[in-house]
Nanobody, 124 residues
Framework: QVRVVESGGGPAQVGGSLRLSCEVSGYTYSYCRFDMNWYRQAPGNDRELVATVQHQGYIHYVDSVRGRFTVSQDKAKNTAYLQMDSLTSDDTAMYYC????????????????WGQGTQVTVSS
């Protein structure tokens, strides 16, 4: 069973940086190219999409984080990263990694697996 685990959250100062990790494990396929999404949800707000990586390799960011957040990947560790720079108080939220779907061993598959979330708190 595919599992997703986020880490790297914590307190940060306005203007500071954090790097979140999203480790994917438990899949039995030899090779997968995932559609992976980063979401966040602040208290009292709806969950919003922050960034997405399509299995083809295309990366998209929501306007509010474009130029400040960067998605990367370490395929050897089956881990995706969300580098967050120039943090503001509006970035305070629980951040989630979600595996939507992907191409595994040459076939399209739906997963829809959420991580447990990692808290990011940005203060002055």
């Amino acid at each position: 069973q595919v599992r997703v685990v986020e880490s790297g959250g914590g307190p940060a100062q306005v203007g500071g940086s954090l790097r979140l990790s999203c480790e994917v494990s438990g899949y039995t396929y030899s090779y997968c190219r995932f559609d992976m999404n980063w979401y966040r949800q602040a208290p009292g707000n709806d969950r919003e999409l922050v960034a997405t990586v399509q299995h083809q390799g295309y990366i998209h960011y929501v306007d509010s984080v474009r130029g400040r957040f960067t998605v990367s990947q370490d395929k050897a560790k089956n881990t995706a990263y969300l580098q967050m720079d120039s943090l503001t108080s509006d970035d305070t939220a629980m951040y989630y990694c979600k595996i939507d779907s992907g191409v595994c061993d040459g076939s399209w598959r739906d997963f829809n697996i959420w991580g447990q979330g990692t808290q990011v708190t940005v203060s002055s």
